[in-house]
């Protein structure tokens, strides 16, 4: 059995430019690194209801980009929706952030995240509008 | 470093009538008050696969309704489904959970769920029958 | 206030012989009951971007059929990607892995995972060719 675990929070803000994929791995390493975790689960929570997280390929940008497309696909502007006060991409992106996570933990392993080679964690903005967007930080584990 | 972390869990059930969108926020609030939760992740799991979890708006209530419409276009009933012993909506509440969560970790801050100014966390009931629907809680924190 | 927490982590590798659901259950309890878990959370995650998990009906496998139908309907072969390198089931692999989950945790109650009655978890292998899947286990709790 290990040692006890020990809990500590953070926040941090991505400022998007349009929607699309943005890398969090550099972000969370920094936090963890900082934080002095060691083994243990890191949670990502996104506090917005227009802009949500996925973990996705790392590798050709061409997936990234087929992916926003199928989003469009699923949750088209213009369809006959009726909260429209917000823009025409606002109820698209709240369907699209309902399609993927709001939330997902990932393992920490050595005071590094250990995601899978092809791997990378990105907050989806899903607004065409530039946001300030705060995600809620968690890890519990060991040093 | 802050101290050690601990567990506690329980139930709680929420009683549906009909397909749609129920706040948890107050029924989860409640738990952590109760158990003297302070700060750390709380998670919700929906022990049902017909039903299902989000975060989404808290504010307009159309928001609601166009997610509901969302879902019952990507899953529609009607569609050519070889499971069909259980209703017509039992095949489309499968699709609509798998499409959503079953699981979702909240930050708590200071005894307080840590959501965003407009989050709000639902259970989805897929089903157009009266259920009873039972969540699995797990607060991991510091008091 | 139950004592302290632990944290205790491995990995599990699954061979996959084709698209489809592959019932986790079994092999997660393996894990558990080895290593002397008692009550908490177990942290599932997928370390691959074109396999994912879910948690379903163990009942009828009619619903597992119509699940791997309705995404080959969201996510359709032939569609107009851009990503093609990989063959023509890798892309929709991505989006099925982005509508699904990539993590989840479960509760844990007296060394046994708590999923409702009719639930199972799965593995879901997107691409048809047969793969070696590796999943990241943390189970945070106490014994």
């Known amino acids: 059995m290990s040692p006890g675990t020990f809990h500590i929070c953070g926040t941090v803000s991505i400022e998007t430019r349009g929607a699309g994929f943005y890398a969090l ?31 996705q390929e790392n590798a050709d940008p061409d997936v990234l980009t087929d992916l926003s497309a199928a989003l469009r696909g699923l949750a088209p502007e213009g369809g006959p ?35 899978g080679t092809w791997q990378e964690v990105y907050l989806i903005e899903h607004r065409a509008a530039p946001y300030r967007r705060r995600l809620e930080l968690d890890f519990i584990g060991t040093a």
């Open 81 to 115: 929706y009726r909260h429209r006060s917000e823009g025409p991409d606002d109820m698209p992106a709240h369907i699209k952030t309902m399609l993927t996570a709001v939330q997902i933990s990932l393992p920490v392993r050595g005071g590094r995240l250990a995601l």
């Open 25 to 55: 791995g550099p972000e969370l390493q920094r936090f963890l690194t900082r934080r002095n975790a060691g083994s243990g689960l890191l949670s990502v929570f996104c506090t917005h209801t227009s802009a949500s997280l996925c973990v």
